[in-house]
């Protein structure tokens, strides 16, 4: 008979519980290694039970009294609803707080190494954290990780001396916090993540500026900082995220050696001091593909690796002299669930390729709900051409919803006639996931005007395209399914 789980809510809230029927008393041994240390066969278990996650640990724990002793030295603690099995339609009043309560009192003479302490949905536990922290955040802890009610204000002199000689991951969310200079520096620290955070652009800088081992700094939702100086004694820097803020934010960075920037629905004013050296860089904002190349790139020369994701462009990339000597990969995208910016010419993006002379991958994910762009078939029939592009390094190119815009068979031909290294093409008529779903397996369900708008770019394709691609070059086209051709007639590409 298969046994059942032990009753880990009340190892959890009580740290007691009886060894399970059956469990046996074994004799004290030990194993010797080669090295010459010698250790006991329970200082092995203890080691593999410090090693499980929280809940089987404390399921464990009725198994044996040594792993009841172990439990309530375990060092790594995740406290939310779900690990304290608590469940929402039967918890009375009060189970989260006493549970959470006992957990902490019962571990606070060990020494914790990790904190995951979630009390965002929660307000009734306000006013016990003060108390709860003061037991659990001590010197030694390694990983912190707070989502709090809103209105706490998370008191500096939680990070004593100790605490902040040990900490290596700080996660905040959902609280105040007001860093001084009087705080000293967080000696340790390597990753700092701040999540809707009432905190401002003068102590969050004067809090990094007392962080040298800082490798990774994520701000989401923090409306108060209005500027931030990253400043140049972070050496060890590598990663910056800024994202969701309302706010315009003006960032001046002057980290040496920062390589990855991530801003995401941000309006950002970016004030570099000299050239940075970060080989990867993302971007995701409104006119990301005019900002990048306009006001970015020219600082960054050695990027290797460039992401755009735009979801609205209402000025064409600009051609301009600086250039991107080492890019390698570059990926270009648009996110939007209608029709994207009809005024913005899809063929200017040839300014990225005619700055990145060592391009060998490329690209660009043209999804949109409807296409609004002038067509190729409609005006004049010619196609514009950048007979000065070289192109010598691009061997394989990929274009998501791939459409019948005029701008961007312009661009495809051009790539086409200059990238003479080139091995693959993909042309993808549709957007991500098809222009058909299934259904238990059941018949395709089309979407009419995405599904007229792909037949019109498989007419463009071998209307213009096709003749253009040299023998060398393998031609792959993703266009619609048979079912979908039964389902409607194709248009006239006339």
Request: glycine letters at 4%; charged letters at 20%.
């Amino acid at each position: 008979m298969e046994r059942p789980d032990p009753p880990a809510d009340r190892i959890l809230c009580s740290g007691k519980a009886a060894p399970w029927p059956g469990a046996r008393k074994r004799r004290r041994s030990s194993v010797a290694y080669a090295g010459g240390e010698s250790y006991s066969l329970g200082d092995i278990w203890l080691r593999i039970h410090s090693l499980m996650p929280m809940r089987d640990a404390a399921r464990s724990a009725c198994t044996s009294q040594a792993f009841l002793r172990s439990w309530r030295c375990h060092p790594n603690l995740t406290l939310n609803r779900n690990t304290l099995s608590l469940n929402p339609f039967k918890e009375r009043k009060g189970d989260f707080v006493c549970k959470i309560d006992s957990v902490l009192r019962n571990h606070s003479s060990i020494g914790l190494k990790i904190l995951h302490l979630d009390l965002h949905d929660d307000p009734g536990t306000f006013v016990y954290v003060d108390s709860w922290l003061q037991v659990a955040v001590t010197p030694g802890i390694e990983e912190l990780m707070l989502m709090l009610y809103e209105k706490y204000n998370l008191p500096c002199s939680l990070l004593s001396d100790g605490v902040r000689n040990s900490i290596r991951y700080l996660r905040l969310q959902n609280c105040a916090f007001h860093p001084t200079v009087e705080l000293g520096p967080l000696r340790s620290l390597t990753s700092l993540r701040l999540q809707s955070v009432n905190i401002t652009g003068d102590e969050l800088e004067c809090l990094i500026s007392n962080t040298l081992a800082l490798e990774q700094l994520q701000l989401s939702s923090c409306e108060n900082i209005i500027f931030l100086k990253i400043p140049c004694v972070l050496q060890q820097l590598k990663s910056l995220s800024v994202k969701a803020c309302q706010k315009r934010i003006e960032i001046e960075i002057e980290a040496p050696n920062l390589y990855c920037i991530y801003f995401y629905r941000v309006k950002i004013k970016f004030l570099p001091r000299g050239a940075l050296l970060m080989k990867d860089f993302t971007l995701h904002c409104r006119n990301s593909f005019y900002y990048a190349r306009a006001k970015l790139l020219s600082v960054m020369p050695n990027l290797e690796t460039l992401l755009l994701l735009s979801f609205a462009e209402v000025v064409n990339t600009p051609m301009l002299p600086t250039k991107l000597f080492y890019l390698k990969h570059l990926t270009i995208q648009i996110i939007t669930g209608g029709a994207f910016s009809p005024s913005y010419d899809y063929f200017s993006l040839v300014s990225f390729l005619d700055a990145s002379p060592s391009l060998e991958t490329l690209i660009l994910d043209v999804s949109q709900g409807r296409m609004e762009h002038e067509s190729v078939f409609g005006g004049s029939s010619h196609l514009r051409q950048l007979p000065e592009l070289r192109l010598d390094c691009l061997k394989r190119v990929k274009i998501l919803g791939f459409c019948s815009a005029k701008g961007l068979v312009e661009l495809t031909c051009c790539i086409l006639k200059n990238a003479v290294s080139l091995e693959h093409i993909v042309l993808n008529t549709l957007c991500e996931g098809g222009c058909c779903s299934e259904l238990d397996n059941g018949p395709s369900l089309p979407i009419g005007r995405l599904l007229e708008e792909a037949f019109r770019a498989v007419s463009a394709i071998r209307l213009y395209i096709e003749n253009e691609v040299p023998p060398s070059v393998k031609l792959t086209v993703v266009e619609p399914c048979a079912r979908c051709h039964s389902s409607m007639v194709v248009p006239d590409a006339s």
